[in-house]
């Protein structure tokens, strides 16, 4: 009878929650929280991983480590509080686990913790964070990569001042090629260098020199007599950004082995569980803006070099051994992100396709992975309703989601549905990929204001993945579109380099397209259309309103909109010009103005807002105050937005997230007619 009543209140609960649901509300972006980077222990029993949250007092995304038991799911907190935890990485023996945070220190440090009694020893005093950390096979050491500052004589002294007197600020001389990066301003000089330090804690050792970066992850020589990482240690290497090679330092005498040598990013070693071989990823240059990341195996010094996915059409982005014969590969195909065993044959066995939600704001492709010997398989799984959990694949068993961490937030909340549709574009009839998300309240007889939003790379992709952004605009009526025009990855490269020296092109094709596809079904209002993108997003949207008039208004988020004065001011700048075009703007002038949106700013009448971080340093605000400025001598309805000290990435602060939401749905309520019904 218990049992029965019981079950009588679960089902009245769900039924109540059904009818009491909301739509998501963007103060609920502070709640959302996600798995990342799990780690497989030694014997398969458990996995540890990071716990995103966002903290609504400091505005900042927050990680806890905490484990979840392989078996019956036993989940709890290892490093939780206020502070942020990261790295969690298990000792081979699984009796420590390291971590890195700054809860004790103003600069993050490395810590090690006993996991039979919880005690925890601060290992190191680093004046930078530690980064890509790595047991010793035998625990008795940990490696890491850590930037070096390199201190240089000033070009001139200024005299000595007066005792009290106010002088102006001392001038700053820079001399590097990449002088400023997104997300950090100005750089100082230097270079990331790898260090090993005791397990039970002394002084780092540095291991490499030079100016030169050595970057992870790092993986150590099956004896710990060395430590394979990938760096460019060429002479030009300030401007050849995407080259680097396979390296083995030494131990014992700090000594360099250059194991690669071909003129393309070999990368991501791994040492196979026995020792005596090595996986890695990259391929050759072509001199492509997207290029097909490849899987190679060598002997551990360097010899019978071994493609295995040369016939493979996807770009594979992370691989780890889960024996000596086969490999665990994460690879994109037509928007999932799929896991497979890769032999050394070459033979493929795609294992889950659901890995995905570890980015909030849109629903690019995302997630990680880790596995080992124990056969057990740690992953973030999302969906299009969730960010990411974690799952567990052991063996031939069927993946298992082994948390919950957002289920309670939407227990009372009703999401916009995302549905999958394909169109072919008006260009050449090619298939083209998308998904169409409508609002919780959706009446298909009912007409809608429609949102075109169009992500950035160019080279990147959207899929049925969470989106924080995406779901916003559905709870505020809209039926948004998002799709993977030509120039997406995880389409083949063929695909991907349909944009090769020819961006914007026909993509603006396969987008319109895509919104006469959504108008077809019947329910989307063909007077009120709307579009929105960012970074190549903020490109083809800047470029669909000078192209056509049809959209209501368009919110041109962090663009480019002249790409010789992009080229000449973006923080990747030896990149751009080289790959995205062939030649540099001063030796193609007429190339450059023809694919720049402010090229057609003369056609503009679409009422158009600019958004961008006052921190951008890949698409500078130079770009977005240029056609701004252009539109203002128009007289073209506009805006400008500028979020404090954001950098390219806006949304990596909760409330800024929340802020380009408002002012996009702002924009777009400005002028938003009269509705059809209801219905929006």
């Known amino acids: 009878m218990l049992r029965m009543i019981v079950c009588l209140f679960a089902l009245l609960a769900v039924a109540f929650g059904a009818a009491d649901a909301r739509p998501l509300k963007n103060t609920d972006v ?56 990261s790295s969690p990485r298990w000792s081979p023996s699984g009796d420590r686990l390291a971590f890195v945070t700054g809860a004790e220190t103003k600069t993050p440090q490395l810590y090690v913790r006993w996991m039979d009694t919880g005690q925890i020893a601060l290992l190191t005093n680093l004046t930078e964070a530690p980064q890509m950390i790595a047991w010793a096979p035998d625990g008795a050491a940990i490696a890491f990569s850590m930037f070096v500052e390199e201190k240089s004589a000033p070009m001139a002294t200024a005299p000595a001042k007066p005792e009290g007197a106010e002088w102006a600020p001392p001038a700053k001389v820079i001399e590097d090629v990449l002088y400023r990066a997104d997300g950090g301003g100005f750089v100082r000089s230097g270079s990331t260098h790898i260090f090993v330090v005791p397990a039970d804690g002394g002084t780092p050792r540095q291991l490499t020199d030079g100016s030169f970066n050595h970057g992870g992850p790092l993986s150590w020589a099956a004896d710990g007599s060395a430590i394979f990482f990938s760096a460019n240690r060429n002479e030009d290497f300030e401007r050849d950004l995407i080259e680097s090679d396979i390296w083995r330092v030494s131990l014992n005498d700090g000594s360099l082995t250059r194991l690669t040598d071909r003129d393309g990013p070999d990368f991501s070693p791994v040492v196979s569980p026995d020792g005596t071989k090595i996986a890695y990823l990259g391929n050759v240059d072509t001199l492509k803006g997207y290029q097909t990341s490849r899987v190679t195996v060598m002997n551990v010094d360097g010899s019978d070099k071994r493609a295995l996915t040369d016939d493979f059409d996807r770009s594979v982005g992370a691989l780890a051994w889960d024996s000596d014969e086969s490999l665990i590969i994460q690879y994109e195909d037509r928007a999932r992100n799929y896991l497979a065993r890769l032999t050394l044959d070459g033979e493929r066995n795609p294992l889950v396709r659901d890995v995905s939600g570890t980015i909030l704001g849109r629903p690019y492709t995302s997630g990680g992975f880790s596995t080992n010997a124990s056969g057990v398989i740690a992953y973030t799984s999302g ?10 694949k052991a063996g031939d068993q069927p993946a298992t989601r082994k948390t919950r961490l957002n289920d309670d937030l939407f227990a009372d909340i009703d999401l916009g549905a995302v549905e999958r549709m394909t169109w072919k574009s008006s260009a050449d009839g090619r298939e083209i990929e998308g998904w169409l998300v409508t609002p919780p309240d959706f009446d298909e007889t009912k007409k809608y204001p429609l949102i075109l939003e169009i992500h950035g790379g160019p080279h990147t992709a959207y899929g049925p993945h969470f989106s924080a952004e995406v779901q916003l605009f559905a709870a505020a009526g809209y039926v948004v579109l998002y799709t993977n025009p030509r120039g997406s990855t995880s389409y083949g490269d063929e695909f991907a380099n349909l944009i090769h020296h020819n961006y914007p092109g026909e993509d603006y094709d396969d987008l319109i397209s895509g919104v006469d596809a959504a108008i077809a079904r019947g329910f989307v209002d063909d007077d009120q259309l709307f579009v929105t993108g960012g970074s190549g997003g903020g490109v083809l949207t ?5 192209k056509t008039d049809r959209f209501k208004a368009a919110v041109v988020a962090k663009p480019v909109i002249n790409w010789a004065s992009f080229v000449l001011t973006s923080d990747f700048y030896p990149y751009f010009g080289k790959y995205w075009f062939g030649k540099q703007p001063w030796e193609d002038p007429e190339t450059y103005w023809a694919r720049s949106p402010l090229s057609l700013v003369g056609n503009v009448s679409t009422p158009t807002m600019l958004l961008t971080g006052e921190a951008d340093y890949r698409t500078p605000m130079s770009e977005t105050e240029q056609y701004y400025q252009a539109l203002q001598l128009r007289d073209i309805d506009t805006a400008m937005v500028r979020i404090p000290d954001a950098p390219h990435g806006i949304a990596g602060r909760p409330s800024n997230l929340i802020a380009k939401v408002d002012h996009i749905l702002a924009w777009f309520e400005r002028y938003r007619g009269a509705q059809n019904g209801d219905g929006g």
Do not use: K
Not at 383 to 392: F, H, K, V
Not at 542 to 546: F, K
């Open 542 to 546: 800047a470029w669909i309103v000078g």
């Open 30 to 85: 502070f709640q959302l929280e996600y798995a990342s980077d799990p780690q497989v222990s030694p014997d398969g029993s458990s996995v540890a991983y990071v716990r995103r949250s966002n903290d609504i007092m400091t505005d900042r995304a927050r990680g806890s480590i905490w484990t979840v038991s392989v078996g019956d799911g036993d989940h709890r907190p290892v490093l939780s509080g206020a502070d942020s935890y």
């Open 383 to 392: 969906r299009a309703n969730r960010p990411a959990d974690i799952a567990i």
